[in-house]
Nanobody, 126 residues
C-alpha cells in the first residue's frame, strides 16, 4: 500500500488560490493513479480530479474544470492540486487517494482507490 500525506489547505477569500500537495511513500514503485476527492459537512465524498501514473492523462469534475489543475512530480512522489478562483462552494476536506492503475476502471469512483490520506481542510470565505 501507499501512504499519503496532504498539505496546503487553509482559509482563503473567494476568488483566491491554494495549492494542495500530496506526498506518497511506501509502495510507490507500482504504477498508481492519483486522485483528489473532497467532502463537505453532511455531504458525500466527491471526485475532484485524477491523474495517470505518467501524468499524461488528467480528469476533472465538471465543477472544477478550468479552475483546478492536477499535476504530479514522479521523482518526488508528489501530486499537486492547484486551485484558482475559489468559491465558498469549494469549502471541504480534501483527500488524496491512490490506486493501482491496473485496478482502477473509473477514476471518479472513490471505492476504486485503496490508499487515502487524512485530508486537508480548505475553507473559502465569501
Amino acid at each position: 500500500q501507499v501512504q499519503l500525506v496532504e498539505s496546503g489547505g487553509g482559509l482563503v477569500q473567494a476568488g483566491g488560490s491554494l495549492r494542495l500537495s500530496c506526498a506518497a511513500s511506501g509502495s510507490t514503485r507500482s504504477r498508481h493513479i492519483m486522485g483528489w476527492f473532497r467532502q463537505a459537512p453532511g455531504k458525500e465524498r466527491d471526485f475532484v480530479a485524477a491523474i495517470s501514473w505518467s501524468g499524461g492523462s488528467t480528469f476533472y469534475a465538471d465543477s472544477v474544470k478550468g479552475r483546478f489543475t492536477i499535476s504530479r512530480d514522479i521523482a518526488k512522489n508528489t501530486v499537486y492540486l492547484e486551485m484558482n478562483n475559489l468559491t465558498p462552494e469549494d469549502t471541504a476536506l480534501y483527500y488524496c487517494a491512490a490506486g493501482p492503475a491496473w485496478k482502477i476502471g473509473n477514476v471518479m469512483r472513490s471505492m476504486e482507490y485503496d490508499s487515502w490520506g487524512q485530508g486537508t481542510q480548505v475553507t473559502v470565505s465569501s
